[in-house]
Nanobody, 121 residues
């Protein structure tokens, strides 16, 4: 059974930082592109950042709005992907979701249950 479990959300003041974690189980973690999405109330779920599977070409990819402030990373030994978020803005209040997919092997997509991030002004 595949599980993606996010943690690290919470309430932070504008300009503050949070680090989200997503622990995966039931998958061969290194095979998967791991991503973070976010969804604000009444809005679409948008891609925030993604990181390639281990050994794949390419580097991390970020939404333009978070470049230079957010960093995605992965620890294959812990089956965990992280999202370091700095200089947070109130408009980034949303539920943040972890996502895993391997298109080549037709595995996934898998989603976590989400973690709430609230940025106060």
């Amino acid at each position: 059974q595949v599980q993606l479990v996010e943690s690290g959300g919470g309430l932070v003041q504008s300009g503050g930082s949070l680090r989200l974690s997503c622990a995966a189980s039931g998958i061969t973690f290194s095979w998967f592109v791991m991503s973070w999405y976010r969804q604000a109330p009444g809005k679409d779920r948008d891609l925030v950042a993604s990181i390639p599977s281990t050994g794949a070409d390419g580097s991390a990819n970020y939404a333009d709005s978070v470049k230079g402030r957010f960093t995605i990373s992965r620890d294959n030994a812990k089956n965990t992907v992280y999202l370091q978020m700095n200089s947070l803005k109130p408009e980034e209040t949303a539920v943040y979701y972890c996502h895993a997919q391997n298109r080549l092997r037709r595995l996934g997509p898998y989603w976590g249950q989400g973690t709430q991030v609230t940025v106060s002004s």
